[in-house]
């Protein structure tokens, strides 16, 4: 469940309140373009676009690179079926990619998957870990002119050598759906960038294609309705001023995990994810692996 102080319940309240009183703005408000600047700033990315959940982020990202009929885009075997239905609601062909011990992409078989056709790939930071060779991998799709996308859905807060999960491949795509690390009230998503083409077409494209830079209503491009409302703006900027406390505590949930459990991985029974010491890990879920 999510967790809202009485401090975040008494902000939260009042706001929502002004709007029901019709002295705010139930959508394309002021306080979805806060939440946009606040995220961004906090990821360190030059831009930022919220949208109604992380599954219209990928779909938008996929469509604004122009995947079509013909491209491919390699994925994870291990994650949530939106990474691949956003491949296939654009018309391209997913790619499956073997997973190594962490549920991390297997560097060796994504080098093997990719093709002439291979367009994008999407890395998931599954469970909130980043990969550690992610630098490494990168630059390997910087070379060929591959697009790399992160599906940071778990990895709010996740970092790498002090480099936030979202501000490290093209685009960074989050989830704040309920069960996350934050949430904007049930539903709700995140696209990250530093690319100013590419935040101006995303923008867009998530707000019915209209132009973004025009103070008439024009619309240039043939997009879709995935807007975040003010409400769930609202709640999200509460959660997001917690955001480095909720991490905090998780990783102190997770010492207690390792302490408790650790008779069982000394005895060779169950293995803890492992990753290097540049890695802060938020663990939006705690992975134990079962070795015998």
């Given at each position: 469940m999510?967790?809202?102080s009485?401090?975040?319940i008494d ?16 959508t ?9 600047k ?5 990821l360190g990315?030059?831009?930022g676009?919220?949208v109604?959940?992380c599954?219209s ?5 996929l469509k604004?690179i122009?995947?079509s009929?013909?491209?491919e885009?390699?994925v ?5 079926v939106s990474?691949a239905?956003?491949v296939?609601n ?7 990619c073997e997973i190594?011990h962490?549920h991390?992409?297997?560097?060796d ?5 990719i093709?002439d056709?291979?367009k994008?790939?999407?890395i998931v ?7 550690p060779?992610i ?5 390997y799709l910087?070379?060929r002119?591959i697009?790399?996308i992160?599906?940071?859905a778990h990895?709010h807060?996740?970092k790498?050598?002090n480099?936030f ?5 093209d685009?960074?795509c989050f ?5 996350k690390?934050?949430?904007?009230g049930g539903?709700?998503?995140f696209i990250?960038?530093n690319d ?8 867009s494209?998530g ?8 103070n ?8 879709s ?5 003010e ?6 900027i ?10 905090k ?15 069982l991985?000394d ?7 492992e990753?290097?010491?540049?890695i802060?890990h938020?663990?939006w879920?705690?992975i134990?692996l079962?070795e015998?």
């Amino acid at each position: 469940m999510p967790f809202f102080s009485e401090d975040d319940i008494d902000e939260i309240i009042p706001q929502l309140e002004e709007i029901l009183k019709g002295n705010g703005f139930f959508t394309k408000g002021p306080k979805v373009k806060e939440f946009e600047k606040s995220f961004s700033e906090y990821l360190g990315s030059k831009y930022g676009v919220a949208v109604n959940s992380c599954t219209s982020a990928l779909e938008i990202v996929l469509k604004a690179i122009g995947i079509s009929d013909g491209d491919e885009v390699i994925v994870p075997t291990q994650t949530f079926v939106s990474t691949a239905s956003c491949v296939v609601n654009n018309g391209g062909t997913p790619i499956f990619c073997e997973i190594n011990h962490n549920h991390l992409v297997d560097f060796d078989d994504l080098k093997a998957k990719i093709s002439d056709s291979t367009k994008a790939v999407i890395i998931v930071h599954f469970s909130g870990l980043i990969h550690p060779d992610i630098w490494e991998i990168k630059k390997y799709l910087e070379e060929r002119n591959i697009y790399l996308i992160e599906d940071a859905a778990h990895a709010h807060g996740a970092k790498i050598d002090n480099i936030f999960a979202g501000n490290i491949g093209d685009f960074g795509c989050f989830s704040f759906y309920s069960t996350k690390i934050i949430t904007t009230g049930g539903e709700g998503g995140f696209i990250s960038t530093n690319d100013e083409k590419f935040f101006n077409l995303c923008s867009s494209l998530g707000a019915i294609g209209i132009d973004k830079k025009s103070n008439d209503e024009i619309y240039i491009n043939a997009g879709s309705n995935n807007r975040l409302t003010e409400f769930q703006a609202i709640i999200g900027i509460a959660q997001l001023n917690k955001l480095e406390s909720f991490v905090k505590h998780r990783i102190l949930i997770a010492d207690v995990y390792k302490n408790k459990l650790s008779q069982l991985a000394d005895g060779g029974f169950i293995k803890f994810q492992e990753f290097p010491q540049n890695i802060r890990h938020p663990y939006w879920r705690f992975i134990v692996l079962i070795e015998n």
